[in-house]
């Protein structure tokens, strides 16, 4: 069983960088066929998809995030990690980090994490 | 790029029910790439339905995907209490997800 815990400051200042960290276990991200991602979704809003990859292969990103938008790796650990540019207020949300063996959908999930962005 | 579109926003329903929701895509979209989720407040979303009409696992048999091309539905064959909830639709597309605005179930 994949399980998913992301992590990382609760507060951001408007025009600062964003930076969570997605902690896993129960599965290597280097190791086992799972497709790896980011998904945000606002206060009473929707959910809106930010970027993905497969290790040893490519990363994709929403394109209308793509300008401000980096996910990175670190095996040694085991987790995946999202920065996020330039921010506003905007992008305060629930962050989701997710996974899953197929690229098309994700089944596992994290339990989510509120970033505020506020002066 | 394609757009998911949800409806009805909101449909008012009594346990028991039977509950259609239907997703509509601007571009059509093989079934491989299309998948459904429920969330509920304060929770992560959940897999439902994957490739149009596959359950996942764990999901009880009174959910039920359908549809093909641009037009797919979700069905609750009779609605239990625990499944008062959002639903929303996401489909793959050329290395982009994009998720459906949602329609949200509700005690009437």
């Known amino acids: 069983q994949v399980h998913l815990q992301e992590s990382g400051p609760g507060l951001v200042k408007p025009s600062e960088t964003l930076s969570l960290t997605c902690t896993v276990s129960g599965s290597s991200i280097s190791n086992d066929n799972h497709y790896w991602g980011w998904i945000r979704q606002p206060p009473g809003k929707d959910l809106e998809w930010i970027g993905s990859?497969?290790?040893?292969?490519?990363?994709d990103y929403n394109p209308s995030l793509k300008s401000r938008v980096s996910i990175s790796v670190d095996t040694s650990k085991n987790h995946f990690s999202l920065r996020l540019s330039s921010v506003t207020a905007e992008d305060t949300a629930v962050y989701f980090c997710a996974s899953d063996r197929s690229i098309s959908w994700f089944y596992y999930w994290g339990q989510g994490y509120l970033v505020t962005v506020s002066s | 790029e394609s757009v998911l579109t949800q409806s009805p926003g909101t449909l008012s329903a009594s346990p028991g029910d039977r509950a259609t929701l239907s997703c509509r895509a601007s571009?059509?979209?093989?079934?491989?790439?299309l998948a459904w989720y429920q969330q509920k407040p304060g929770q992560a979303p959940r897999l439902l339905i994957y490739?149009?009409?596959h359950r996942a696992s764990g999901i009880p048999d009174r959910f039920s995907g359908s549809g093909s091309g641009t037009e797919f539905t979700l069905t609750i064959s009779r609605l239990e209490p625990e499944d008062f909830a959002v639903y929303y639709c996401q489909q793959y597309v050329s290395s982009v997800f994009t998720f459906g605005p949602g329609t949200k179930v509700d005690i009437k």
């Open positions: 990859f497969y290790y040893g292969g490519s990363t």
């Open positions: 571009q059509s979209v093989s079934n491989t790439y």
């Open positions: 490739g149009a009409s």
